[in-house]
């Protein structure tokens, strides 16, 4: 694959915890191609959010690389550091905590424009109007503060501040997931749009599996701090290779009756195992209903199996 925007090799983030070291994210590799939107999926706690927050730099790295455009974005100085964070954006989970509550509207939409001196005065104002527009809200809002509006207009806030300073990618960290369902596909919608008149690239960290699947053009399949599968979207919906992620798939509810009553669904025994001193092997073994004495003791290699059809499992040699 070409011309990628964001490759990870080899990343660690480790945090040190009471009782240990917490492994959140151990030894993931990924590219991501320029103009692509890459879904990240997996349960709670499998490293996602800290690995979307580690290539923003807003964690340090335990070890490995996070190159943007060819540049390892963790030794970015200066004026480098400076358009790294023009370039790479952040869309935030929670749009209740992530806009500061006693500025207005337009001046968190404006806070990196003011930054970056990219303008001022009446420049500055239109540039936040022409922002609510993009995002489907009145330019009246900008005079306003958060709290008086709704989760999914709050969100749409923090979509604009996200794209006022013209970022190539954005990271998206469960940006739907504190909104209700008929909302929720108004922002993904917002967010298709945008990239296709912007050109922008996405980091889609979610739990929705069935969301993922619209918007993205690649999913890669997260357990316990580690890539499990990596494949092109339409391909792991349709063929997914590693157990997890046909347990994962068989959750997804299907609207249409017949088809829900005769599939199977596979129900994951067990418990996640600790982070903080995860098990040898596959780190799937305990909980895995297809699982061989090698997957306990030999940590599975990533191969390709098909195109562009990533695996880190000891079904396949």
């Known amino acids: 694959m070409s011309d990628p ?23 993931v590799n990924l590219s991501i191609q320029r103009g692509e939107t890459f879904g990240l999926v997996g349960e709670s ?13 807003l964690y340090n790295t335990t070890e490995g690389q996070v190159l943007f455009n060819g540049e390892n974005v963790h030794q970015l100085k200066g004026s ?4 790294f964070n023009r370039d790479m954006q952040m869309v935030f989970q929670d749009p209740y905590a992530s806009l500061n509550p006693r500025m207005t509207v337009g001046d968190i939409i404006a806070e ?29 809002h900008a005079s306003r503060f958060p709290h008086e509006f709704s989760g999914g207009q709050r969100q749409r806030i923090g ?77 792991l919906y349709r063929n997914p290779l590693h157990p997890y992620t046909v347990a994962l798939l068989s959750a997804i509810p299907i609207p249409d009756p017949e088809v829900e009553r005769k599939r199977e669904r596979i129900i994951l025994e067990g418990d996640v195992p600790s982070p903080i001193n995860p098990p040898p092997g596959c780190r799937f073994f305990a909980r895995c209903p297809k699982a061989m004495p090698q997957c306990q003791v030999d940590t599975p290699r990533w191969i390709e199996v098909e195109t562009d059809h990533y695996v880190a499992c000891h079904l396949y040699k």
């Open 159 to 235: 979509i604009a501040r996200a794209l006022a300073i013209n970022p190539q990618f954005i990271v998206a960290d469960e940006p739907v997931s504190a909104l209700d369902v008929s909302v929720q596909a108004q922002v993904i919608n917002l967010f298709k749009r945008l990239q296709e008149e912007n050109g922008l690239t996405y980091l889609f960290i979610s739990h929705d599996l069935a969301m993922v699947k619209h918007i993205a053009d690649r999913v890669g399949v997260m357990y316990l701090g580690s890539l499990t599968e990596v494949a092109q979207s339409h391909e």
């Open 80 to 83: 480098r550091l400076k358009q």
């Open 5 to 27: 925007i964001l490759e990870v090799k080899n990343l660690k983030k480790y945090f040190r915890v009471t009782n240990g070291v917490l492994k959140a994210v151990d030894n």
């Open 112 to 140: 990196g424009i003011d930054i970056h001196r990219l303008s001022s005065g009446v420049k500055r104002r239109e540039r936040v109007s022409e922002l609510l527009q993009t995002v489907g809200l009145p330019e009246e």
């Open 45 to 57: 706690g499998c490293g996602k959010s800290t690995l979307g927050r580690t290539i923003m730099r």
